[in-house]
């Protein structure tokens, strides 16, 4: 069983950076497509990020592309998004994700159904103000 473990997230004004982690057990994580989705207050989860097992390919949602990061240590067993230039939009609980496979690519984790995800971290709280 894969354990999903967040932290990272708090309180920065517009403009300003934040870096979540998302630690994993299991021995399997080095083959798992990995992703971020967020939740705002009276929004649906949407997806945000998602990198392949290999950390050699990503794909991100239109509205954080050139201001977040995604990427992993494998030898650490962690996954991150790095998320610069924060707008008071961003604002959301910060959910890491696992598919469970190493088929899935990047772009795949970022359509298909979330009923799919595989394994959820606890959710992390990102609040930016203006």
């Known amino acids: 069983q894969v354990q999903l473990v967040e932290s990272g997230g708090g309180l920065v004004q517009a403009g300003g950076s934040l870096r979540l982690s998302c630690a994993a057990s299991?021995?399997?994580?080095?083959?798992?497509?990995m992703g971020w989705f967020r939740q705002a207050p009276g929004k649906e989860r949407e997806f945000v990020a998602a990198?392949?097992?290999?950390?050699?390919?990503?794909y991100y949602t239109d509205s954080v592309k050139g201001r977040f990061t995604i990427s992993r240590d494998n030898a650490k067993n962690t996954v991150y998004l790095q998320m610069n230039s924060l707008k008071p939009e961003d604002t959301a609980v910060y959910y890491c994700?696992?598919?469970?496979?190493?088929?899935?690519?990047?772009?795949?984790?970022?359509?298909?159904?979330?009923?799919?995800?595989?394994?959820w971290g606890q959710g992390s709280q990102v609040t930016v103000s203006s």
């Open positions: 994700a696992a598919t469970g496979s190493p088929f899935t690519t990047a772009q795949t984790m970022g359509v298909m159904a979330q009923g799919s995800i595989a394994k």
């Open positions: 299991g021995r399997t994580f080095t083959r798992y497509t």
């Open positions: 990198i392949n097992w290999s950390g050699g390919d990503t």
